[in-house]
């Protein structure tokens, strides 16, 4: 298969979603309409290496689909990470990246008959945003959705008060965020605890996980435990 061409994005828009994480909106100038499906990524091109393959860093759309040229990224500062480094101190409103996109497999699959279970850590959470509000503006129907999200701190839940609010607007949608490290009135441990006590009964579902590997790798080994095949299991590893 070729390649994707090289695409010229303008930065549109930046806001602070947490102390460490921005969200970056991008316009397409060249293009009508930037088309994707949700759950699909983008590669930035950033010149921070002479090495081609050096310079490459992907992220998932965090944005729906809506006939526009503009894409939302949400990005999280790694303190080790040269990437991130030139993101945030360098990109500002009116500056130019080079990417390729929309890239991967990890999309949303319709019809969505059975309940679906999206599980993840971080900003994991960007590809089922973007799944989400497609399901929400685009009316599909569907069975019970679940966003199982495991983050350390309630100041690092990203999209908290849209999910909340999303949670009491769309019939059969169920926000679950999940803090591993403070004491709070929501559930307070990891994303598998969650998940397994609500697939107890072993009921048909779909699971589609996001996040680093750890969570990932843990998290498909007690899935088909539970006795689900593997191709009920969709994953999109980071890192």
Same mark, same amino acid.
Not at 4 to 27: F, M, N, Q, V
Not at 111 to 131: E, K, N, W
């Given at each position: 298969?070729?390649?994707?061409?090289?695409?010229?994005?303008?930065?549109?828009?930046?806001?602070?979603?947490?102390?460490?994480?921005?969200?970056?909106?991008?316009?397409?100038?060249?293009?009508?309409?930037?088309?994707?499906?949700?759950?699909?990524?983008?590669?930035?091109?950033?010149?921070?290496?002479?090495?081609p393959n050096k310079r490459l860093r992907s992220y998932s759309i965090a944005s729906a689909p809506d006939g526009s040229n503009v894409l939302e990224l949400v990005i999280v500062r790694d303190k080790q990470g040269v990437g991130t480094k030139y993101i945030f101190e360098t990109l500002q409103i009116g500056s130019e990246v080079k990417f390729r996109g929309p890239?991967?497999?990890?999309?949303?699959?319709?019809?969505?008959?059975?309940?679906?279970?999206?599980?993840?850590?971080?900003?994991?959470?960007?590809?089922?945003? =973007? &799944?989400?509000? %497609?399901?929400?503006?685009?009316? #599909?129907?569907?069975? $019970?959705?679940?966003?199982?999200? !495991?983050?350390?701190?309630?100041?690092?839940?990203?999209?908290?008060?849209?999910?909340?609010?999303?949670?009491? =607007? &769309?019939?059969? %949608?169920?926000?679950?965020?999940? #803090?591993?490290?403070? $004491?709070?009135?929501?559930?307070? !441990?990891?994303?598998?605890?969650?998940?397994?006590?609500?697939?107890?009964?072993?009921?048909?579902?779909?699971?589609?996980?996001?996040?680093?590997?750890?969570?990932?790798?843990?998290?498909?080994?007690?899935?088909?435990?539970?006795?689900?095949?593997?191709?009920?299991?969709?994953?999109?590893?980071?890192?």
């Amino acid at each position: 298969m070729a390649l994707l061409p090289w695409l010229t994005g303008k930065i549109i828009r930046i806001e602070d979603e947490t102390a460490l994480t921005k969200r970056y909106w991008i316009s397409v100038p060249e293009l009508a309409s930037f088309d994707f499906k949700p759950g699909q990524f983008v590669t930035l091109d950033l010149p921070i290496d002479e090495k081609p393959n050096k310079r490459l860093r992907s992220y998932s759309i965090a944005s729906a689909p809506d006939g526009s040229n503009v894409l939302e990224l949400v990005i999280v500062r790694d303190k080790q990470g040269v990437g991130t480094k030139y993101i945030f101190e360098t990109l500002q409103i009116g500056s130019e990246v080079k990417f390729r996109g929309p890239q991967g497999m990890f999309a949303l699959k319709t019809p969505l008959d059975l309940p679906v279970f999206f599980i993840c850590t971080g900003t994991g959470i960007a590809p089922f945003r =973007s &799944m989400l509000q %497609f399901i929400r503006t685009e009316k #599909l129907a569907h069975k $019970e959705l679940y966003l199982i999200f !495991g983050c350390r701190t309630s100041d690092t839940l990203l999209y908290r008060k849209e999910m909340t609010e999303l949670e009491a =607007s &769309m019939p059969g %949608f169920h926000y679950i965020p999940t #803090l591993s490290r403070e $004491e709070w009135e929501g559930h307070i !441990g990891y994303v598998h605890e969650v998940y397994e006590s609500l697939c107890a009964n072993k009921q048909p579902a779909v699971f589609y996980l996001c996040g680093w590997r750890g969570m990932i790798d843990e998290a498909t080994q007690r899935i088909e435990a539970m006795g689900y095949e593997k191709k009920f299991i969709h994953t999109e590893i980071y890192g």
